[in-house]
């Protein structure tokens, strides 16, 4: 099984909502990331969580609060989005956050701030 | 700051071509390649990783190279088909994994 479960698919939300994207593996990798890709661009790196604890923050606006409960899971808090926030987030596992691991994405939330 | 590029940004091919897709970075302190697939609006889908101290690996009709001393790698995808449309993604592992824009393939019936 090298799946990884994001839901939900798409999201609409207003500016003033608060909302959540969740992903899901049960690979036993102990690295989950979070990227966010707008249209006909690669995918930009926003949180790294090396065994639930966060390793990385490219310098990600407030307004986007990761959490990973176990390690298993791993959650994007939303809330105060700007419209220049609507992309796909993607998230991604891999055994662990170093050397040789190949890393594995879910099929992305598409989000719409309106 | 690892920069990753990729040459063509599109192609577009005849059925049954050979093609090879082109894949360079700037930093060759990396630990791995990972080429992967995008279909329009979906996620990624890892098609092929090659590790630092590997010069290529294969995985049916797809053959991926690196020399990490020229900074380059390349995926070569024989005999094409129109199920290969798609978007090819290289990405590069240094301390995080670095996208390049991707290369946009076409293949007509």
């Known amino acids: 099984d090298t799946e990884v479960t994001q839901t939900p698919k798409h999201l609409v939300m207003g500016m003033t909502n608060k909302k959540s994207l969740k992903c899901e593996q049960h690979?036993?990798?102990?690295?989950m990331y979070w990227y966010k890709q707008k249209a006909k661009k690669p995918p930009e790196l926003m949180f790294v969580?090396?065994?639930?604890?966060?390793?990385i923050n490219e310098s990600v606006p407030s307004r986007f609060s990761p959490e990973c409960p176990n390690s298993s899971l791993l959650n994007l808090h939303l809330h105060a989005l700007q419209p220049e926030d609507s992309a796909l987030y993607l998230c991604?596992?891999?055994?662990?956050?170093?050397?040789?691991?190949?890393?594995?994405f879910g099929q992305g939330t598409r989000l719409t701030v309106v | 700051k690892q920069e990753v590029t990729q040459i063509p940004a599109a192609l577009s091919v005849p059925e049954g071509e050979n093609l090879v897709l082109n894949c360079s970075f700037t930093?060759?302190?990396?630990?791995?390649l990972q080429w992967f697939r995008q279909d329009p609006g979906k996620g990624l889908t890892s098609l092929l990783l090659?590790?630092?101290?590997?010069r290529e690996q294969t995985s049916g009709r797809l053959n991926a190279s690196l020399d990490k001393s020229s900074g380059r790698s390349t995926l070569y995808i024989a005999a094409s088909q129109p199920g290969d449309s798609a978007t090819y993604l290289c990405?590069?592992?240094?301390?995080?994994?670095?996208f390049g824009a991707g290369t946009i393939l076409r293949v007509k019936s």
């Open positions: 090659i590790q630092s101290s590997q």
């Open positions: 930093d060759s302190a990396i630990y791995n």
């Open positions: 690979m036993g990798h102990r690295a």
């Open positions: 990405a590069a592992y240094g301390n995080k994994l670095v």
């Open positions: 991604a596992s891999s055994q662990e956050r170093s050397v040789n691991t190949e890393a594995f």
């Open positions: 969580y090396s065994y639930e604890k966060l390793s």
